[in-house]
């Protein structure tokens, strides 16, 4: 058991900071857009192909190095299609369109969610017969810049993948009647897969994102004087941080904890769901104390650190919420008795 | 970064399990699993089998008895101890006082305390909370005054654990009232509870029991040999006592086990037509309980396999602060369990009512001494925020 960074890992860490530090650009509530400068330095990286075997085309690394980029995206507070560019890549198998999303040639999304509808990793009105689909993908993330799609439907064998180059978006809508779409190799444990993957992307991005949101809410506590001293002199705001700070080491533990394990064990979702939760729970701490701390000033869009709780509620959101993930734990509470962390 | 035990450590975890599940007696550890309170006889011969198989004191220095355990190792020793309901070494011989002395006792003084210590020949407790001294320890008021070569302590010690068991105390005492500052002016005293002028009064506690005491000092006299280390250093000896071991702070063994009990509770509690583990809510709690403790658990291995020589650490706070949260939410949750059946505390051979229903609000109750005892929740939000965040208050 070691949770320690490689020499490697961490200079691919310092690589990614410095590569997001020469790029970044102030957040903007709302909607992300692409920042295609950012993204060919990501690339330039090779942090797209990270997970992949090089056979296939990838850098042969692992979730782990990973995990390691999406960490350093969260704490510089940038949004970019990395989550997804993964995720979507990891669905695409042996497809044409992989090479294109793990160079950086062509931004590709995977579009999972259905408009109106709770989250699910199986497609339930989006349907094919052959290579033609029907239903609707919304929202479709970073749509304003014409991505390629990989998304999911129900077909007669199974849950199907399919890879649509050139799609046309309204808005975030993709209106998938028509459209041309090319079946991809794989099923739903390929699918999950995937998602697992972006999960555990979301969960380091969210890692830090927390991971700023205190140190921001810290400083501010030193600088700001009110009543003629700073802010730390009052104990009721500093025991609040100590337990921001608990909360980010819980979830640091258990996003470490979920790359390491699915670099030998790719498709345990049990990992997965705990480390959602985990991760959430902290999430919504960090970011609500976040702002609270700071007062009036972490209201502004201005101001850093309401963005990291807008992306600690976005991925709230994405791939399953703590609910979700809860009541997927729950059905199997009663399978096994005590837990084993180490085996 | 790797998951997963090497192939040795996985041997050592099997030999650990096959030793506690086999050699310790099952009357023992069924007392510990329901939550029943162990008579001192019971403390003893647990210890006593450890200490014979070398397991008392793994963690002290090798030539008393110390193992030269991975942090790792001393985690799984700890987890599979925990998992097999069997009672801990008693902490304030192997966890407290026994590491100090061999950090700062003289050689004579090793060598007349550690071996008996180690093996429960000498019982201690622990005199350093006062009526008017609890997170504030440092303003205690005990005296010691050097009377030729002998102390002569007056004052009084509460929240003495298991005192009315102990043969001696360790006991922090003021030898210098003009210190410039109050940590200054304190010592560390070895004190016979059998010694003339040494008092002990019960206190009862919400769940009923005798667990703690106090202990009232006059005109004592304690030979000086009896002093730990130095004079008025004592405040020292007391920070490393309090806070050099980062692996045993969370008892996430201990949970675990709860927590797999509580499983097993809420599958035998009836419930409508089933049981209460059909009950969603139930369920949820079950899996919510499961994604704190493997966060903390994750933690303290992550947090173990950096520690630097036992020297107290800020991360350690938040072992403590989330090991007795959740040591206390999982008896909660157990005395929720129970419901009506824990509403009798009164373990009966007739009864219908298993005996870990009649403890469950007893030791529900008894838990919430966990985020009192061994500096406050508070106070680690303090340590936290000040020696690992900055925020000077």
Avoid at chain 1, 306 to 323: F, N, P, Q, S, W
Wanted: glycine letters at 10%; a negative charge; charged letters at 20%.
């Amino acid at each position: 058991m070691n949770f320690e960074f490689t020499e490697d890992q961490i200079a691919l860490r310092d690589a990614a900071r410095e590569a997001i530090s020469r790029h970044r650009t102030e957040p903007v509530p709302g909607t992300a857009p692409h920042d295609g400068e950012l993204w060919k330095a990501l690339a330039e990286l090779g942090g797209l192909g990270l997970p992949f075997p090089e056979e296939a085309g990838g850098m042969g690394a692992g979730p782990v190095e990973a995990m390691v980029v999406a960490l350093e995206l969260g704490r510089a507070g940038v949004r970019t299609a990395y989550s997804e560019t993964l995720t979507a890549a990891a669905m695409l198998g042996d497809d044409e369109l992989f090479g294109a999303a793990v160079e950086g040639s062509r931004v590709v999304v995977p579009a999972l969610f259905e408009p109106m509808r709770a989250w699910s990793p199986t497609p339930v009105d989006v349907r094919a017969d052959g290579d033609a689909l029907t239903g609707v993908r919304e929202p479709v993330p970073y749509a304003a810049a014409a991505p390629a799609v990989v998304t999911t439907a129900a077909t007669a064998d199974g849950v199907g993948i399919f890879a649509i180059d050139n799609p046309t978006f309204t808005g975030a809508r993709l209106d998938l009647a028509g459209v041309s779409a090319r079946r991809v190799d794989g099923d739903e444990v390929l699918v999950q897969r995937a998602i697992n993957l972006g999960t555990l992307l979301l969960s380091a991005e969210a890692l830090g994102a927390m991971e700023s949101a205190l140190h921001l809410t810290v400083e501010y506590l030193k600088s700001r004087k009110q009543f003629g001293v700073p802010l730390m002199k009052f104990q009721t705001l500093t025991q609040r941080a100590a337990d921001m700070y608990t909360s980010l080491e819980l979830a640091r533990s258990a996003v470490y904890y979920l790359a390491m394990t699915l670099a030998i064990r790719p498709d345990d979702a049990i990992g997965v769901s705990r480390t959602k939760v985990i991760v959430g729970k902290s999430g919504r701490h960090i970011g609500q104390e976040a702002i609270q701390l700071h007062g009036g000033i972490g209201m502004t869009a201005e101001y850093a650190v309401g963005h990291h709780t807008a992306r600690l509620t976005e991925i709230e959101h994405t791939y399953g919420d703590t609910r979700y993930h809860l009541s997927r734990l729950a059905r199997g509470v009663s399978e096994y008795g005590g837990l084993d962390l180490v085996s | 970064m790797q998951r997963g035990l090497s192939p040795e450590d996985e041997q050592f975890r099997s030999e650990m399990r096959e030793f506690f599940t086999t050699a310790i007696p099952q009357d023992i550890r069924d007392k510990v699993a329901a939550g029943t309170e162990l008579s001192k006889e019971d403390f003893e011969r647990s210890h006593r089998i450890m200490h014979e198989a070398g397991l008392a004191v793994p963690h002290w220095p090798a030539e008393w008895g110390g193992k030269n355990w991975s942090d790792l190792q001393r985690y799984i020793y700890l987890d599979e101890m925990q998992l097999a309901n069997v009672p801990a070494p008693l902490a304030f011989n192997a966890n407290m006082i026994g590491p100090v002395i061999a950090t700062f006792g003289s050689q004579t003084m090793k060598e007349r305390f550690l071996p008996p210590t180690a093996s429960l020949d000498i019982w201690w407790c622990q005199g350093f909370s006062e009526p008017e001294s609890g997170s504030d320890l440092a303003s205690l008021r005990t005296t010691a005054v050097l009377d030729g070569d002998e102390y002569v302590v007056n004052g009084q010690k509460t929240w003495t654990t298991l005192g009315q068991h102990a043969d001696w105390i360790f006991a922090l005492v003021r030898t210098n009232p003009a210190a410039e500052r109050q940590q200054q002016g304190i010592s560390m005293l070895l004190i016979p509870m059998d010694a003339p002028g040494v008092t002990l009064r019960p206190i009862q506690l919400i769940d009923g029991g005798h667990e703690v005491n106090e202990v009232f000092f006059d005109n004592v006299r304690v030979p000086a040999d009896q002093l730990v280390g130095e004079e008025n250093r004592g405040w020292d000896y007391a920070k490393f006592l309090l806070g050099n071991e980062r692996v045993g702070v969370a008892p996430t063994g201990w949970i675990k086990r709860k927590l797999a009990a509580a499983k097993e509770y809420a599958a035998a509690v009836a419930s409508g037509d089933g049981h209460l583990i059909d009950d969603p809510v139930i369920a949820a709690r079950i899996a919510e309980l499961e994604c704190d403790l493997i966060a903390l658990e994750l933690t303290v291995l992550r947090v173990a396999a950096n520690s630097h020589g036992g020297k107290p650490d800020p991360a350690s706070s938040i072992l403590k602060l989330r090991g007795s949260e959740l040591q206390q939410d999982v008896l909660e949750f157990i005395a929720d369990i129970a419901g009506p059946s824990s509403l009798s505390w009164d373990l009966e051979a007739e009864s219908a009512i298993a005996d870990w229903a009649h403890n469950a609000t007893p030791v529900y109750l008894n838990f919430r001494k966990a985020s009192i005892y061994g500096g406050s929740n508070e106070v680690q939000r303090q340590v936290i925020s000040t020696g690992i965040l900055g925020l000077k208050g």
